[in-house]
């Protein structure tokens, strides 16, 4: 696989500025998202399907992952080629020594919030001491982001257990039956949820961890290669 990658200089926990692809020649290249294909990434399926990147010369092929650890690990033993994951995934893997970068930035602000019943809301750590929160895999990116939630109450995260249930309004129900105090979602559980009738209290999970929400990630060595 060839392809070249232009990217701006390095910045903080080894994010880097917006990516622009150009091809020498037709070229195949693999993308897997961190979460199926939710409307989340419909800005990704829709350059796919409808030929957006074909005009540059690229035969995208997009997967849909079953977590951002997944997409991660993926991309870094090159399985793929671009990983999509959240950028607090990509900064502790940096800090443990994993040769990756994150190449473009597509969603600033956190896509993922906290969602609970407004007749028990929950807006801090604090209120998730000895509850289960729903997640929808360990160590990913919702994982990590419920500890964020926690640490910034002063909370042992430890404290919290998690549960892994799908990213999808069906969770709410969970929610509803108090089965889980809260589920890390994106905004199109809000949005079915509440068009089902749920009383949907949801939190922005950015400001618990003030980092790139979405992320195209590489492993090093290809941005060394081409």
């Given at each position: 696989?060839?392809?070249?990658?232009?990217?701006?200089?390095?910045?903080?926990?080894?994010m880097m500025q917006p990516?622009?692809?150009?091809?020498?020649?037709?070229?195949s290249i693999e993308i897997?998202?961190?979460?199926?294909?939710?409307?989340?990434?419909?800005?990704?399926?829709?350059?796919?399907?409808?030929?957006?990147?074909?005009?540059?010369?690229?035969?995208?092929?997009?997967?849909?992952?079953?977590?951002?650890?997944?997409?991660?690990?993926?991309?870094?033993?090159?399985?793929?080629?671009?990983?999509?994951?959240?950028?607090?995934?990509?900064?502790?893997?940096?800090?443990?020594?994993?040769?990756?970068?994150?190449?473009?930035?597509?969603?600033?602000?956190?896509?993922?919030?906290?969602?609970?019943?407004?007749?028990?809301?929950?807006?801090?750590?604090?209120?998730?001491?000895?509850?289960?929160?729903?997640?929808?895999?360990?160590?990913?990116?919702?994982?990590?982001?419920?500890?964020?939630?926690?640490?910034?109450?002063?909370?042992?995260?430890?404290?919290?257990?998690?549960?892994?249930?799908?990213?999808?309004?069906?969770?709410?129900?969970?929610?509803?039956?108090?089965?889980?105090?809260?589920?890390?979602?994106?905004?199109?559980?809000?949005?079915?949820?509440?068009?089902?009738?749920?009383?949907?209290?949801?939190?922005?999970?950015?400001?618990?961890?003030?980092?790139?929400?979405?992320?195209?990630?590489?492993?090093?060595s290809m941005l060394q290669?081409?």
């Amino acid at each position: 696989r060839s392809f070249l990658m232009g990217a701006g200089s390095a910045a903080a926990c080894g994010m880097m500025q917006p990516v622009i692809l150009r091809a020498q020649g037709p070229t195949s290249i693999e993308i897997i998202t961190p979460n199926g294909y939710t409307s989340s990434f419909s800005e990704l399926l829709v350059a796919a399907r409808n030929g957006h990147f074909a005009r540059y010369g690229i035969d995208a092929h997009v997967e849909g992952g079953k977590g951002g650890m997944m997409a991660l690990q993926l991309a870094v033993s090159q399985q793929v080629d671009l990983g999509r994951t959240a950028g607090i995934v990509v900064v502790n893997a940096v800090a443990q020594g994993v040769p990756c970068k994150a190449i473009g930035t597509i969603a600033h602000s956190s896509v993922l919030n906290l969602l609970s019943s407004e007749d028990d809301p929950v807006n801090s750590g604090e209120d998730l001491v000895g509850h289960i929160v729903g997640i929808d895999s360990l160590n990913g990116p919702a994982d990590q982001l419920v500890s964020a939630v926690c640490l910034a109450a002063g909370v042992d995260p430890a404290s919290v257990q998690r549960q892994v249930v799908p990213d999808n309004p069906a969770s709410f129900g969970l929610v509803q039956a108090g089965r889980i105090k809260a589920f890390v979602g994106n905004f199109e559980a809000i949005l079915r949820a509440r068009a089902a009738g749920g009383k949907v209290h949801a939190v922005n999970l950015q400001k618990f961890m003030p980092l790139p929400g979405q992320v195209y990630v590489v492993n090093e060595s290809m941005l060394q290669e081409n």
